[in-house]
């Protein structure tokens, strides 16, 4: 997610040695990512750093489902940028909705989260760019005023924060369907831009989602790899109050972060979150104003070409979705 554009520039953040990230997280979540504290503690390289201000250790545990759960989509297909075949969990259609509405669902299932509605944010339109005036309008987001919405980031090679997060969303869709869910996206590029981040919210607080999951890919520097959930925190501000929230949106995050590294083998982000792969935030609108479960999930950095390897990769793109929508799962299921 790019909070002012391409040009992003994150706060600088302070490094520190594995060791203690390795024991923060050990003790955050003893399952997948205890797993990849070994590996990066035997068998990884580089340096690990950290945010001295994002939240760390929890005792919760973050259960995942095996790899191979029923309504899995078939991983591999395209490896292009756009993946839009269709064959790699995608289903390539636009749906037949007005300009401002929700996209459509499959009918409710069978499958174990039958009668279970998640609501899909795939941050950012595809044709924000082409609409500044209207996104750059400011938005009550409880706490303070804010931007509609932005454009998002890119990676160096021009592919899109927003064309990465719809293509996501199209498989988290296809397998949480397959589990029996109902499931709305916030947008499908079936409008000219938006929605605000306010609209966003309340989609999910309309639809009385049992968890919400805002998709994003990062902005940040060269260097700055991994992925990180943004939790909300503990807010109670004009019409932002996230109490009742704070808790069952942990739960959420929790699940989502082990499941992602399972799935995809990527670690916790190395420049916030101290190594937890969780980051808790107070001035996000789309947080701020959620009155159900929900969390931000950023991919990984568009802007380091390691990570934008993976990105750009139908492939890893669909362990992604696998990752989060398996964390989505565990969390529903309890």
Same mark, same amino acid.
């Given at each position: ?102 996209s459509p669902s499959a009918p409710v299932g069978t499958g174990p989260l039958r009668g279970k509605v998640v609501v899909i944010d795939p941050g950012h339109n595809p044709g924000n760019f082409r609409h500044t005036a209207e996104i ?100 109670? #501000? %004009? =019409?932002?109050?996230?109490? *009742?929230?704070? @808790?069952? /949106? ?7 972060? +082990? ?53 750009? #990769? %139908? =492939?890893?793109?669909?362990? *992604?979705?696998? @990752?989060? /929508? ?7 299921? +309890?």
């Amino acid at each position: 997610m790019s909070y002012t554009g391409p040009d992003f520039d994150p706060p600088p953040s302070r490094r520190f040695r594995r060791g203690p990230l390795t024991v923060a997280l050990a003790a955050l979540v003893p399952g997948a990512l205890l797993g990849w504290a070994v590996y990066a503690t035997v068998g990884g390289s580089g340096d690990d750093g950290g945010d001295a201000s994002a939240s760390a250790g929890t005792s919760a545990s973050a259960s995942s489902l095996p790899p191979s759960s029923p309504g899995t989509p078939s991983p591999g297909g395209s490896d292009g940028p756009d993946g839009s075949d269709g064959s790699d969990g995608s289903d390539g259609k636009k749906p037949s909705t007005s300009p401002g509405a929700t996209s459509p669902s499959a009918p409710v299932g069978t499958g174990p989260l039958r009668g279970k509605v998640v609501v899909i944010d795939p941050g950012h339109n595809p044709g924000n760019f082409r609409h500044t005036a209207e996104i750059n309008r400011q938005v009550d987001v409880g706490t303070h005023s804010k931007e509609c919405d932005t454009t998002g980031t890119s990676t160096d090679d021009g592919f899109s924060e927003a064309k990465f997060t719809l293509d996501v969303a199209h498989r988290m869709r296809a397998f949480l369907e397959g589990q029996g869910a109902t499931v709305k996206l916030t947008q499908d590029d079936d409008r000219p831009f938006g929605p605000c981040i306010d609209e966003r919210a309340r989609i999910g607080n309309e639809a009385e989602a049992d968890a919400v999951v805002s998709i994003h890919a990062d902005g940040s520097g060269t260097g700055n790899r991994g992925f990180h959930v943004i939790l909300p925190g503990s807010v109670d #501000s %004009g =019409a932002a109050d996230t109490r *009742a929230i704070v @808790g069952p /949106s942990r739960a959420l995050g929790e699940r989502i972060a +082990g499941n992602f590294v399972r799935a995809t083998g990527n670690g916790p982000s190395n420049y916030v979150g101290g190594g937890t792969g969780l980051v808790t935030r107070k001035d996000l609108g789309g947080l701020n104003l959620s009155t159900v479960p929900k969390v931000f999930v950023e991919c990984g950095n568009m802007r380091d070409s390691k990570d934008a390897a993976l990105l750009t #990769s %139908g =492939a890893w793109r669909q362990k *992604a979705a696998q @990752g989060i /929508s398996e964390g989505i799962v565990s969390f529903l299921r +309890g």
